[in-house]
């Protein structure tokens, strides 16, 4: 596996794909993140990529691992990532 590409050589990327400006290309990258976090609790969808969620989950009982003590996990809402059919087939069918 190579290195992750970092927000910089994205919005480089992006830049010179698209002639535009480093600047505009990372104010470009941080509005979308933007958007994603303000619309989240509707489901935000990044076509061809996947969609953010959020899913409610159950109260439950657990195990402390270092004790084996029982404790009680409060029901909590979290955030999910369900990647798009179309990436998973993109992705995993370069063999």
């Known amino acids: ?17 698209f002639d535009l400006k480093k600047k505009v290309a990372v104010t470009l990258l941080e509005e979308i993140a933007s958007l994603a976090y303000r619309e989240a609790k509707n489901s ?6 996947g ?3 959020l899913v409610d989950r ?28 179309a990436a998973k087939e993109a992705i995993l069918s370069k063999k």
């Open 1 to 17: 596996m190579g290195k992750t590409m970092t927000k910089s050589q994205i919005a480089a990327h992006i830049a010179s794909k």
């Open 58 to 85: 159950k109260a439950r009982i657990g195990r402390n691992p270092a004790t084996g003590e029982q404790i009680q996990i409060p029901a909590k809402t979290v955030v999910k990532f369900r990647v798009a059919k």
């Open 51 to 53: 969609k953010l969620v």
């Open 44 to 49: 935000f969808t990044l076509p061809g990529i």
